[in-house]
């Protein structure tokens, strides 16, 4: 059923989800009430007609998002270029051609699955993407099925060390989604993002001061239905050998670049991700 919903044309494929977003918006209601209540808190000075624009568009995205993904069974690699528009990796190259790896930082933006596959076809090295792997056994085989297709090495969360180690040195691209909510009892970095208190993971610090990776952030935007932008942005040089950074640096950084990006394209980011669980502590400061 996955492969026969993957070889519809394109324009059948977004006729069925448009069918979708009418069944989750006005029917189901999805996620509706954490979707508006992540909008309302995140964007307090937008009013209430403009912020349900950005919901239906969102969840419009989101269907899109979930059928272009099962649409990456058939996709060919060509196909893939023609939709991703990659910019701003120039940087990126120049380090790689040096046999400097490099880090990328990217979030729940646009079509991640995309972007993600889109790389292989822009750079000519490696890219390792580390993921959480799924409860299902069986959409965990399929999802790795489609990431891995495209030529990305899949790491999961618990090996990235372990991994890194073994390719010590090499020119490559480690791909890391860092909007993801660490489990409570291991947050170390708390800042104010999109107006609220927001835990971030902090794992990018600590492998760019191991690895010495110059680290890059990624976002992804609509041109149009079917058609994305790539941009990449220099967070952070490689660390200088010798000389102490205070705090989370690179955590930090990610974060303002990716508010920037999210203010300045909102419909674009997962609403539906309960990105704001959890409280920070009364007398926590943001490096808790």
């Not at 977003?21 to 009013?47: A, D, I, M």
């Not at 079509?111 to 993407?129: H, K, L, Q, T, V």
Request: hydrophobic letters at 40%.
């Amino acid at each position: 059923m996955l492969k026969g919903i993957s070889l519809l044309p394109f324009p059948l494929l977004y006729g069925f989800s448009t069918f979708l977003f009418w069944v989750l918006y006005y029917v189901v209601g999805y996620r509706k009430k954490v979707v508006r209540q992540n909008l309302e808190r995140s964007f307090p000075e937008k009013g209430i007609s403009e912020l349900r624009n950005i919901e239906k568009q969102f969840f419009l995205n989101l269907t899109d998002t979930m059928l272009e993904t099962l649409k990456m069974v058939s996709l060919t690699p060509e196909d893939l270029e023609k939709r991703v528009d990659l910019r701003g990796g120039e940087l990126v190259e120049e380090h790689l051609r040096r046999g400097t790896p490099v880090m990328v930082l990217g979030a729940h933006l646009g079509n991640w699955e995309f972007m993600s596959a889109s790389g292989n076809n822009r750079f000519a090295f490696p890219i390792d993407g580390v993921y959480k792997p799924l409860a299902s056994s069986f959409f965990e085989a399929f999802m790795w099925f489609l990431r891995s297709r495209f030529g990305i090495t899949l790491v999961k969360m618990k090996d990235t060390l372990r991994h890194l180690l073994r390719h010590r040195g090499q020119p490559r691209i480690l791909s890391l989604l860092s909007d993801q909510v660490p489990p409570y009892g291991e947050i170390q970095h708390w800042t104010t993002f999109l107006h609220q208190d927001t835990a971030f993971y902090v794992g990018a610090d600590k492998l760019r001061i191991s690895f010495q990776y110059p680290t890059f952030f990624v976002g992804m935007r609509h041109l149009r239905r079917g058609y994305y932008e790539v941009v990449f942005q220099e967070l952070l040089p490689a660390p200088v050998a010798g000389v102490k950074e205070e705090g989370h640096p690179v955590t930090e950084a990610f974060a303002r670049a990716l508010e920037t990006w999210i203010e300045k394209y909102p419909s674009e980011y997962l609403w539906s991700h309960k990105r704001w669980k959890h409280k920070r502590p009364v007398g926590a400061c943001s490096e808790s």
